[in-house]
């Protein structure tokens, strides 16, 4: 007994998460019905565009974008409509077995999906392929949208073992955050948001191994470029994370003849070129008002930003008051269209592991100083992560709230997940990646309560979605 215990608590993070994580991406895969998860529906339909060839979308006109699709593609209604908003409500068999017998049409009509239509193509390329193999091995649209919830799965899940195995900071709580069932929900969707998440997670990960010592190689530092610019290009908010990588190195080297100033830069001189390039060519020629005659205006909320500049911080005081209860749940788990809560009891349970995580990683610098990260990247990291939370609410008052209204709308938990990894940075350096504790014993301690956290986890996860759909 005491052999299979010591056994148990040496297994390595990397083991112990992929197990766990298959478990929950299986559980969603299996659970959640299709359509189920927010806007599923338009993050499909970009899917089978891009599918079709269609890197870049179509302006119908200046009320709709999207372009054309086969001519019996679900619409939001046909997608187990009766479930949406009505956590209460279960699913209908027959309407599900039609709906699964729906083959694709070789017909093409217009299909509006204005919010997803300005976005790259890059995170959808897996789905895309998947739905192409689909279309011409005669499956239904239900079975390529599975098929494309698998894909999206396992390549998120793979992204984000990857991570904590090349981790060398805050492994347990990168560990953590890649557990998190909103996360999981995302994964196994059509969403680009789990992709997007997960190489966020990659991208702070190696940012974790730079150090004094080890600097990164010129294609270390392309690597991390182009990640941030398949970031950016993806989610614009994360443009600002691509500012970090300017605190990693220390004040001589920016006033040296040295190459490491110029490595920093990369990322974000390669992040506004993605950007403006896609910019120009994607989001321009597609871009619509959101919200069109409830009073929202792009240009008109940012003159009235410009003009009310003390209004702000009323404005954010505002929102955060209003929302930041729900948004945390949201970032934790709230699943289905924002209808689906876990217990009360699951969300202090995860308060509780998260300050514990953050305690821990934290601990070997408060105990020896010279672990610790150095003062000018604590400072730009948390910079640039507070820059761009402050970009993702800007962005969602501009384009989805009324001009000069008192709170923010639209901002929901899950859109600050790709922020997250970056505090990573802020932990101390452990000896080996994938490493939790310099100290043996106090990794397997930490193993044992990770490992017991994710049982409730994948149980909790599981029996949710089972009570809510089924």
Not at 129 to 142: K, S
Not at 196 to 223: M, Q, V
Not at 350 to 367: H, K
Request: aromatic share 10%; net charge positive; proline share 6%.
């Amino acid at each position: 007994m005491l052999s299979t215990l010591r056994s148990a608590l040496a297994l390595s993070p990397v083991r112990v998460f992929m197990f766990f994580a298959s478990m929950m991406g299986l559980a969603c895969i299996l659970l959640i019905p299709p359509g189920q998860m927010p806007d599923e529906r338009n993050h499909f339909a970009r899917i089978v565009q891009i599918a079709q060839g269609g890197f870049v979308g179509i302006k119908l006109d200046a009320a709709q974008a999207g372009g054309y699709l086969p001519a019996n593609f679900p619409s939001e209604a046909e997608l187990l409509n009766s479930l949406r908003f009505h956590a209460e409500t279960k699913v209908d068999m027959n309407e599900l077995s039609a709906l699964a017998a729906r083959p694709w049409d070789h017909r093409q009509s217009w299909a509006s999906f204005g919010n997803t239509v300005i976005y790259a193509p890059i995170t959808y390329l897996p789905g895309a392929v998947v739905t192409f193999i689909g279309r011409h091995t005669r499956a239904t649209i239900i079975q390529t949208s599975i098929m494309v919830h698998v894909i999206n799965a396992v390549i998120s899940i793979a992204l984000c073992t990857l991570a904590i195995a090349l981790a060398r900071r805050g492994v347990l709580y990168l560990m953590l955050l890649a557990s998190l069932p909103m996360v999981m929900a995302l994964n196994a969707s059509c969403s680009q948001d789990g992709l997007i998440f997960a190489l966020a997670l990659l991208t702070a990960s190696l940012l974790t191994r730079i150090n004094t010592l080890d600097p990164g190689s010129t294609r270390f530092w392309i690597g991390i470029a182009c990640l941030f610019a398949v970031l950016t290009v993806s989610k614009p908010p994360l443009l600002l994370c691509s500012l970090i990588p300017l605190g990693l190195f220390p004040a001589r080297e920016w006033l040296g003849s040295g190459r490491c100033k110029y490595l920093a830069v990369a990322p974000f001189v390669a992040s506004i070129v993605a950007f403006l390039i896609w910019q120009h060519f994607g989001m321009t020629p597609t871009k619509v008002q959101f919200l069109d005659g409830s009073g929202t205006s792009d240009s008109g909320q940012v003159h009235w930003v410009l003009t009310h500049p003390l209004s702000l911080p009323m404005l954010a005081y505002t929102t955060l008051k209003v929302n930041l209860g729900h948004n945390i749940h949201e970032f934790i788990g709230v699943l289905g269209w924002l209808d689906t809560l876990f217990p009360a009891w699951f969300y202090r349970l995860v308060y509780v592991t998260i300050l514990a995580t953050l305690c821990f990683c934290a601990y070997p610098a408060i105990r020896n100083r010279a672990l610790a990260q150095n003062g000018r990247t604590v400072l730009v990291t948390v910079l640039a992560m507070l820059l761009a939370v402050g970009a993702v609410y800007f962005s969602l008052y501009v384009i989805w709230t009324p001009v000069g209204a008192p709170i923010i709308d639209g901002v929901q938990g899950r859109y600050f997940l790709p922020i997250a990894p970056f505090l990573a940075l802020l932990f101390p350096l452990m000896p080996r990646a994938g490493q939790l504790s310099p100290s043996e014993s106090t990794q397997r301690w930490a193993m044992l309560g990770m490992t017991a956290f994710l049982c409730f986890d994948v149980v909790t996860l599981t029996s949710v979605l089972a009570a809510r759909f089924w």
